[in-house]
């Protein structure tokens, strides 16, 4: 998620030097303000994580202490889910995407970056934001948000 990772704290400091080395990076189109709105607007929607597996009381003292401590609460009309992997899945995934990767011309070190991404870092950086209005069941609509049509990803739109 742009805002809760490294990667969007750490874009925004490097060098125009250090794009050229690292492949699987692109400087940002972002402005900061623009990056500021995005992170607080997911920071907002994080405390009310509905994937968080909480039993209801605990989940509501966890929710209100989290709004108190960042002095704005949790957007009331928005339920936010994540989704991540165990330990020994991301382990997998690392694994995989360095002995296996579909670019066979890859360097040792550019297979290390993509593995230690893919597989610890990010759960999936293809994770696409789905919106449903779910107000009145019946008539319940979804609409899955595109590639880039929300905010800062790391890789290009070929790369959707």
């Known amino acids: ?31 900061d303000q623009q990056r500021k709105i995005d992170e607080e607007w997911y920071r907002r929607a994080n405390l009310h994580n509905v994937s968080l597996n909480l039993p209801a009381g605990p989940r509501d003292v966890y929710i209100a202490a989290k709004g108190a401590l960042y002095q704005k609460e949790a957007f009331k009309n928005i339920d936010f889910a994540t989704r991540g992997f165990s330990a020994v899945n991301r382990a997998e995934i690392a694994w995989h995407t360095f002995w296996h990767g579909k670019d066979r011309d890859r360097d040792v070190m550019t297979r290390a970056q993509n593995s230690a991404s893919m597989g610890l870092a990010e759960p999936t950086h293809h994770q696409k934001m789905v919106l449903v209005d779910y107000e009145d069941p019946e008539n319940a609509r979804g609409f899955v948000m595109g590639h880039n049509m929300l905010d800062q990803y790391w890789d290009s739109n070929d790369h959707s």
């Open 1 to 31: 998620m742009p805002g809760n990772d490294i990667a969007t704290d750490v874009k925004q400091r490097l060098p125009d030097s250090a794009y050229e080395k690292f492949s699987m990076m692109s400087r940002d189109y972002q402005t």
